[in-house]
Nanobody, 125 residues
Framework: QVQLVESGGGLVQAGGSLRLSCAASGRTFSTYAMAWFRQAPGKEREFVAAITWSPGRTYYADSVKGRFTISRDNAKNTVILQMNGLKPEDTAVYYC??????????????????WGQGTQVTVSS
């Protein structure tokens, strides 16, 4: 079973930045598609960003495009979400997700088999 652990969440003022990390176990991590989702209180879990095993293929939700950047370091089994220009509406629990056969972009939570426990991101006005 693949294990995912998120870190880097916290409290930041609007316009600030945070860097989230996802540490993954598994010998085949380099071939897994990875993604970040988020869920605010009373709302459904929504897609944020995804990356295939090929670093050249990334995809972002319109709400974060131009502000967030997803990247991966296969040698360290980690996925990063760099968040800049944060807004209060970005406040949510952020989850890391993974799936095998990761040569394509997937944006639905149902398409990912492995999940971390989440890390809280709070953006104040």
């Amino acid at each position: 079973q693949v294990q995912l652990v998120e870190s880097g969440g916290g409290l930041v003022q609007a316009g600030g930045s945070l860097r989230l990390s996802c540490a993954a176990s598994g010998r085949t991590f380099s071939t897994y598609a990875m993604a970040w989702f988020r869920q605010a209180p009373g709302k459904e879990r929504e897609f944020v960003a995804a990356i295939t095993w090929s670093p050249g293929r990334t995809y972002y939700a319109d709400s974060v495009k131009g502000r967030f950047t997803i990247s991966r370091d296969n040698a360290k089994n980690t996925v990063i979400l760099q968040m800049n220009g944060l807004k209060p509406e970005d406040t949510a629990v952020y989850y890391c997700a993974a799936r095998s056969g990761g040569i394509y972009i997937y944006t639905s939570s149902a398409q990912y088999a492995y999940w971390g426990q989440g890390t809280q991101v709070t953006v104040s006005s």
